[in-house]
């Protein structure tokens, strides 16, 4: 038996690999951080999702350092048989408070989260809308509920409000990404939200990558758009990107708390997040807060960096976020470039199918508040002389 699956997954990975879609992992000798050692080569890096620069800031390490003396490592069971430490607490009230919602449940992913909050709230008698472009957890979460699941049109409204007009289910639940990680543009929610509420539907929003860097608090697209706990009732907000740690925050009212807390399985049935990590989260939290000055730098570089690209004609997508995507078309002519910027000291992926559809690969560019103007500038020039020619 064993055979039969060896030699099935072979000519799958074969497949894989003539297409030229194999994943590979990088082994990182270095903390995170603008420039990151790989081998024995130190490369710029434009890949990672730590936008504010804080997965290697001292001031978390000494937060976690010593939450791990008072603490111990781990929290030893689940939320609800004995694991639920005050740090726990204290972060999921903080976050509440930072957030406008009256409760908030920690997760030990943002995936984890996602499946755990569609599940929880879903049955085969709900309708479930989603963006197409949205989180491979929220579809997931979507198909693990058993509910009936339809997809509609990237950010498209009168897609979006037919379904909903045509759908007899009792309960509809509208989810998208607030910041969509592959395209970097954010979700109408205004407009969703207005949406929602003249279908009866609850709206979702998953901001992994908008919480911490969006909105004039850093409280991601809902803090951009000005949209309350009433407008937007669940909020999933991931911890290892701009907060630089691990885990995932779900905030709304009460009512829907209680009800995660009682059916949410991937809450219930897992070992609760190790307490000096909630700790260093809610370090990064007040960081956010009082960490305008980083998010002006980094809209500046944003600006910078799309204002560069214009000029030279480089087909950037529309996006106002750290994520900024140059559109190559082709995986060969994507793979291509990266391989060029690799040779000129730079690490920037090439994003291919399955990833991103057929004919849509691209260059994904994300910049840091820790990145400098003249890192920014090299990047610039080596998309110029290595890049560009290819295109």
């Not at 395209?183 to 990558?209: K, R, S």
């Not at 849509?360 to 990047?379: F, I, K, P, W, Y």
Request: hydrophobic fraction near 45%; proline fraction near 5%.
């Amino acid at each position: 038996m064993s055979g039969i699956w060896q030699a099935h997954l072979a000519d799958r990975l074969a497949e894989r690999e003539t297409a030229g879609l194999m994943r590979r992992r990088r082994v990182l000798e270095s903390p995170q951080g603008p420039e990151v050692v790989i081998g024995d080569r130190t490369l710029l890096q434009f890949c990672s999702n730590d936008y504010l620069g804080l997965c290697a800031a001292p001031e978390l390490a000494e937060a976690m350092q010593t939450a791990v003396e008072d603490w111990g490592t781990g929290s030893g069971a689940s939320h609800l048989i004995n694991g639920h430490l005050r740090p726990h607490e204290e972060l999921e009230q903080s976050f509440a408070a930072f957030s406008g919602r009256d409760q908030a449940l920690l997760f030990s992913t943002g995936y984890m989260a996602n499946l755990g909050v569609i599940e929880a709230l879903c049955d085969r008698s709900t309708e479930i809308f989603e963006d197409r472009l949205n989180h491979a957890s929220l579809i997931d979460g979507a198909r693990l509920s058993g509910a009936r699941l339809r997809r509609y049109r990237h950010n498209d409204l009168e897609h979006l409000g037919l379904l909903l007009a045509a759908s007899p289910a009792p309960r509809k639940l509208v989810v998208t990404d607030g910041v969509f990680s592959m395209d970097g543009d954010m979700a109408p929610l205004p407009e969703l939200a207005a949406l929602c509420a003249a279908h009866d539907a609850l709206l979702m929003v998953d901001d992994a990558h908008g919480v911490g860097v969006m909105g004039p608090r850093g409280g991601g697209t809902l803090d951009w758009f000005g949209l309350s706990q009433d407008e937007v009732p669940i909020l999933v907000a991931t911890l290892g990107k701009a907060l630089g740690v691990s885990g995932a925050l779900v905030g709304g009212p009460d009512w829907l708390m209680r009800a995660l807390m009682q059916y949410a399985r991937t809450y219930i049935y897992t070992t609760a997040h190790p307490p000096a990590l909630a700790v260093a989260a809610r370090a990064a939290l007040e960081y956010v807060r009082q960490g305008h000055a980083s998010r002006m730098q980094l809209q500046m570089m944003v600006a910078h960096f799309r204002q560069g690209c214009l000029e030279m004609g480089l087909p950037l997508m529309e996006s106002q976020t750290p994520i900024q995507p140059i559109r190559v078309g082709e995986a060969r002519v994507a793979i291509e470039a990266a391989r060029r910027l690799e040779e000129s000291g730079l690490l920037v992926p090439a994003i291919r199918p399955p990833t991103v559809p057929e004919g849509e690969a691209r260059l994904r560019v994300t910049l840091s508040a820790a990145h400098s103007m003249a890192q920014v500038d090299r990047l610039l020039h080596a998309l110029r002389t290595r890049v560009l020619p290819l295109l």
